[in-house]
């Protein structure tokens, strides 16, 4: 079983940048994808990105398409999220999470996901 650990979160104001971390130990973090979800208040939890084990590919959801970028550190066994142009409606508690696998298929389905973190809260205020 492997650990997770988010980190960055926090307030800030719209338009501007957060870089949300995620630190994994206990299982070969390089052999699987990775990905962040987030979950508002009141609502279902949500895909925002995937990256595969050696971050040759990403994808995102359409709502965060261009301003945020997934990216991994292998050696450090860490998962980043870089959050630019943020909005009042991107708040939400941030969770990463490891795939079942090295890479991942077309649709992302957080069954397809063994562990999750215990998340990081991002608040952007208009």
């Known amino acids: 079983q492997v650990q997770l650990v988010e980190s960055g979160g926090g307030l800030v104001q719209a338009g501007g940048s957060l870089r949300l971390s995620c630190a994994a130990s206990?299982?070969?973090?390089?052999?699987?994808?990775m990905a962040w979800f987030r979950q508002a208040s009141g609502k279902e939890r949500r895909f925002v990105a995937v990256?595969?084990?050696?971050?040759?590919?990403?994808d995102y959801a359409d709502s965060v398409k261009g301003r945020f970028t997934i990216s991994r550190d292998n050696a450090k066994n860490t998962v980043y999220l870089q959050m630019n142009s943020l909005k009042p409606e991107d708040t939400a508690l941030y969770y990463c999470?490891?795939?079942?696998?090295?890479?991942?298929?077309?649709?992302?389905?957080?069954?397809?996901?063994?562990?999750w973190g215990q998340g990081t809260q991002v608040t952007v205020s208009s």
């Open positions: 990256i595969n084990w050696g971050g040759s590919r990403t």
């Open positions: 206990g299982r070969t973090f390089s052999n699987y994808a």
């Open positions: 999470a490891v795939h079942k696998r090295a890479t991942y298929g077309d649709t992302i389905r957080p069954t397809d996901f063994g562990s």
